[in-house]
Each structure stands twice: as structure tokens, then as C-alpha cells.
């Protein structure tokens, strides 16, 4: 995803840093997004949710709240309403340079300042928290045994997440005097929430409280098995999925372009890198766009499929169509059918039907289940149907592969 960085004043005066990450084509709508207490943009779960929004046309802007990551300023100078107040300038730099942000997005305690700064976002349509606490003191138990030093000396030095931060008193007095709920009641937008019942730092009765004091329509998405940081890559990918297809719906809707005359052209396949990670390509093809990637054993992020296995997927696909199409055609009682495949490199001289006998060789194995009440004959022919598939003869025939540079 090609990503804009930029700084943008906030609320104390300091140059806040920011990146804007922008789908490659049309954006249909744009996002912010709030970090988690004490992180910054550039967290997994941060980068792949952009990644994921990107990848349905939603620009995402993440930025680094006053201290912290590469913005400038002192993070003990800073409160719950400042950090609210710095959401409210980031949404006035969108609505300035780009557009207003439609979706608000916040993790952790910036769910809750996302709660708190939709008010004074009107052009928001849609408001989404990601393991938010339902009231912002709820943070101070992550350094629960320091509170009577923080009000006895006005500042203390404390370790959170394995790094030194200084919280002042006036950040506890500040969280104190936030009515959250009353901003919840009176959010007027479309709100979804998303909590683990598994996660330790944020307990899911606070998604309870906070759907509670919303009013409709309001969702609520239960995260099974994911950590408050949603550290694992599929997780916050699942999330992101969520958002996209839970907001869609509070969206202008996509203007498709008009309609052509059918051709017996083939669609044009355009692969670009992304630039997201060492290996990552957006494939657009046609209206359709599919991310690939490497594993992370061969150095990728396993953002995406690979490359065989998009090869094995083409050639899965087009078995189990042929198959359909002889099936329906000859009336035959076949409910469904499932293609399992395998590539691997082998030695020639394991392979006792092939010309080739010296070096390696690509297998395909390739295992069909036929689901449906067919006799053995029918499920002979069938798997007979199944060599018939054209990408089947394609790896099997003789390949000419033309390539020039582009001018």
C-alpha cells in the first residue's frame, strides 16, 4: 500500500507524526485510527488493519499521540483530553488536505478517546473500538501500586510494557473527571465493538457497559482467542475483514463503471509490489484484488497465499468447474466436490513414468472427494473429467512464455 508520511501541530503545539496509507486505487472512504496507551502507529495490529482497509479502498491515517513513537513533545505532559484533542486535529488535517474521515477506529484506550472526540467529529459515519475500556481510568491499573505515589510526589517514573513512563497526577485527575458513558449515549452513529473474552488487560465486561450505554444501531463482535494487542498477523487481518464488511454498509455505494459487451478476451493479471513487507504484491485482476505473499519461513509475512499455492488453487478451482459442468450436464447426483492439493520437488529417478530422469521435478498431488449417492462408474468418470480441466492440460502441455519490458 503506498503510505503518505506527514507531520500535522496538535493540541500542545508539537509536530505529531503521521502516515496516511492509501489503497492503489479509488478511496472510497477514509479512517482513523487511534493506538492503544502507551504504543504508537507503527504496532502490528495498527500497520495490518491499515493493510487489510487498504485492500477494500479505506485510507487509513495512523499517528504517533504527543510523546510517543516519533512525535514530538513530553508524554508525562499529556492527558486523556489531550489525546482526544490531538484525534479531533488529525480529523481537521484529513478534512483540510484530504477528506473527513467517515470511520473512527480505536484500540485500547484510544477506543475510548475515539468515543470521546466523535462529537466533534461530524463527518463521521461510523465508529468501531477495538478492546476499549468503557471508562479511561480504567488504564491506571497498569500501574496500579504507584497511584498514591503519583498523588503524593505529582510525578512518577513507571515501567509499562517493559519501558520507563512518566505519569503525572494531573493524567489521574484528568481520566477521573471523563464521564465516558454520557459520550456513549450520545454518540448518535453507528457503533461497533469488538472484545476478546480472553484478554487480560481490558475484560470484556467493559464491551458490556459500553453497549449498554449506546443507543442502536450497535454491534458487537466477540474476538475468541485473540490477545489485547491482537499480536498474531491473522487476527488483526480477521479484524480488519470485520470492519470492512461491517462498514460497507454506512458508505456511499461503490459506482461501478458501465457495463461491457462480452469478450472472448482473456482478463489482464497485474501484479505490483506493495511495499508493505519484503514480499507482498496487490494481483488485481479485472474488479477482483488478492494479496501475495511468502511464507514467513521463506522470508515474507504471509500476508497472502503464494505463489504455488495460487498455482495449485487455479488448478483446484478449474477441476472442481469441470467437474460441476459434466456432472450437471450428464444429470448426475453429485452434491459437492472437494479438491485437497500438494505440491513438492522430487528426484527424477523417484519418478519411474517420467522422460526426465536427471535433477528434480515438480509433483502436483492432487486428491478429489466426491460427495453424493453416484454409483462406481459415475465416479470413474468423473475422476477421468477431472485430467479434462484446461489448466490441467495447461501444466501438462508445452508452455511458451513471452516476456518483454514495458516501454
Given at each position: 500500500?503506498p503510505t503518505?508520511?506527514?507531520q500535522f501541530?496538535?493540541?500542545d503545539?508539537?509536530?505529531?507524526?503521521?502516515a496516511l496509507?492509501?489503497?492503489?486505487?479509488?478511496v472510497r472512504?477514509?479512517?482513523l485510527f487511534?493506538?492503544?496507551?502507551?504504543?504508537?502507529?507503527?504496532?502490528?495490529a495498527?500497520?495490518r488493519i491499515a493493510?487489510?482497509?487498504?485492500?477494500?479502498?479505506i485510507?487509513?491515517?495512523?499517528f504517533?499521540f504527543t510523546?510517543?513513537?516519533?512525535?514530538?513533545g513530553?508524554?508525562?505532559?499529556?492527558t486523556?483530553?489531550?489525546n482526544?484533542?490531538d484525534l479531533?486535529l488529525a480529523?481537521?488535517?484529513?478534512?483540510?488536505?484530504?477528506?473527513?474521515?467517515a470511520?473512527?477506529?480505536?484500540?485500547?484506550?484510544?477506543?475510548?478517546a475515539?468515543?470521546?472526540?466523535?462529537?466533534?467529529?461530524?463527518?463521521a459515519?461510523?465508529?468501531?473500538?477495538?478492546?476499549?475500556?468503557?471508562?479511561?481510568?480504567?488504564?491506571t491499573?497498569?500501574?496500579a501500586?504507584?497511584?498514591?505515589?503519583?498523588?503524593?510526589?505529582g510525578?512518577?517514573?513507571?515501567?509499562?510494557?517493559?519501558r520507563?513512563?512518566r505519569i503525572?497526577?494531573?493524567?489521574?485527575?484528568?481520566?477521573?473527571?471523563?464521564?465516558?458513558?454520557?459520550?456513549i449515549?450520545k454518540?448518535?452513529?453507528?457503533?461497533?465493538i469488538?472484545?476478546?473474552p480472553t484478554?487480560?488487560?481490558?475484560?470484556?465486561?467493559?464491551?458490556?457497559?459500553?453497549?449498554?450505554?449506546?443507543?442502536?444501531?450497535?454491534?458487537?463482535?466477540?474476538?475468541?482467542?485473540?490477545?489485547?494487542?491482537?499480536?498474531?498477523q491473522?487476527?488483526?487481518?480477521?479484524?480488519?475483514?470485520?470492519?470492512?464488511?461491517?462498514v460497507a454498509?454506512?458508505?456511499?455505494p461503490?459506482v461501478?463503471?458501465?457495463?461491457?459487451?462480452p469478450?472472448?478476451?482473456?482478463?489482464?493479471?497485474?501484479v505490483t509490489?506493495?511495499?508493505?513487507?519484503?514480499?507482498?504484491?496487490?494481483?488485481?485482476i479485472?474488479?477482483?484484488?488478492?494479496?501475495?505473499?511468502?511464507?514467513?519461513?521463506?522470508?515474507?509475512?504471509?500476508t497472502?497465499?503464494?505463489?504455488?499455492?495460487?498455482l495449485?488453487?487455479?488448478?483446484?478451482?478449474c477441476?472442481?468447474?469441470t467437474?460441476?459442468l459434466?456432472?450437471?450436464?450428464?444429470?448426475l447426483?453429485m452434491?459437492?466436490?472437494?479438491?485437497?492439493l500438494?505440491?513438492?520437488?522430487?528426484?527424477?529417478?523417484?519418478?519411474?513414468?517420467?522422460?526426465?530422469?536427471?535433477g528434480?521435478l515438480d509433483?502436483?498431488?492432487?486428491?478429489i472427494?466426491?460427495?453424493g449417492?453416484?454409483?462406481a462408474?459415475?465416479?470413474?468418470?468423473?475422476?477421468e473429467?477431472?485430467?479434462?480441466?484446461?489448466?490441467?492440460?495447461?501444466?501438462?502441455?508445452?508452455?511458451?512464455?513471452?516476456?518483454?519490458?514495458?516501454?
Open positions: 500500500m503518505e508520511r506527514f501541530t496538535g493540541a503545539g508539537n509536530l505529531l507524526a503521521a496509507d492509501l489503497p492503489d486505487g479509488a472512504a477514509t479512517a487511534a493506538h492503544c496507551f502507551t504504543c504508537s502507529k507503527d504496532t502490528l495498527a500497520k493493510a487489510a482497509l487498504t485492500a477494500d479502498g485510507a487509513v491515517l495512523r504517533d510523546g510517543l513513537g516519533s512525535s514530538e513530553d508524554f508525562a505532559n499529556t486523556f483530553s489531550s482526544v484533542a479531533v480529523a481537521g488535517h484529513l478534512r483540510e488536505h484530504r477528506q473527513a474521515p470511520i473512527l477506529i480505536g484500540h485500547s484506550l484510544g477506543g475510548a475515539i468515543l470521546a472526540a466523535a462529537a466533534q467529529i461530524p463527518e459515519r461510523a465508529v468501531v473500538t477495538i478492546g476499549a475500556p468503557s471508562d479511561p481510568s480504567h488504564v491499573h497498569l500501574f501500586d504507584h497511584l498514591d505515589d503519583i498523588r503524593a510526589k510525578e512518577v517514573t513507571v515501567q509499562l510494557a517493559g520507563p513512563f503525572k497526577r494531573e493524567f489521574l485527575d484528568d481520566v477521573a473527571d471523563h464521564n465516558l458513558a454520557a459520550h449515549a454518540l448518535r452513529r453507528p457503533l461497533l469488538l472484545q476478546s484478554d487480560d488487560t481490558v475484560g470484556i465486561d467493559n464491551a458490556t457497559r459500553i453497549f449498554l450505554a449506546a443507543k442502536h444501531p450497535k454491534s458487537f463482535v466477540s474476538l475468541d482467542g485473540m490477545d489485547h494487542l491482537l499480536t498474531k491473522a487476527d488483526a487481518i480477521y479484524v480488519a475483514d470485520l470492519i470492512a464488511a461491517w454498509r454506512y458508505l456511499d461503490v461501478n463503471a458501465p457495463l461491457t459487451a469478450t472472448e478476451d482473456p482478463r489482464q493479471v497485474v509490489e506493495t511495499r508493505a513487507s519484503k514480499f507482498q504484491q496487490q494481483i488485481v479485472g474488479p477482483h484484488r488478492l494479496i501475495a505473499d511468502e511464507p514467513l519461513a521463506s522470508g515474507g509475512a504471509d497472502g497465499p503464494g505463489p504455488y499455492d495460487l495449485l488453487s487455479a488448478l483446484g478451482a477441476t472442481a468447474m467437474m460441476r459434466y456432472a450437471d450436464r450428464k444429470a447426483p452434491d459437492r466436490v472437494r479438491v485437497t500438494k505440491h513438492a520437488k522430487i528426484h527424477a529417478k523417484d519418478c519411474a513414468d517420467c522422460e526426465t530422469k536427471d528434480m509433483q502436483i498431488e492432487r486428491v472427494a466426491i460427495d449417492a453416484l454409483d462408474e459415475q465416479r470413474s468418470r468423473l475422476m473429467i477431472a485430467d479434462k480441466c484446461p489448466v490441467h492440460k495447461t501444466l501438462t502441455s508445452e508452455i511458451r512464455i513471452v516476456t518483454t519490458a514495458e516501454e
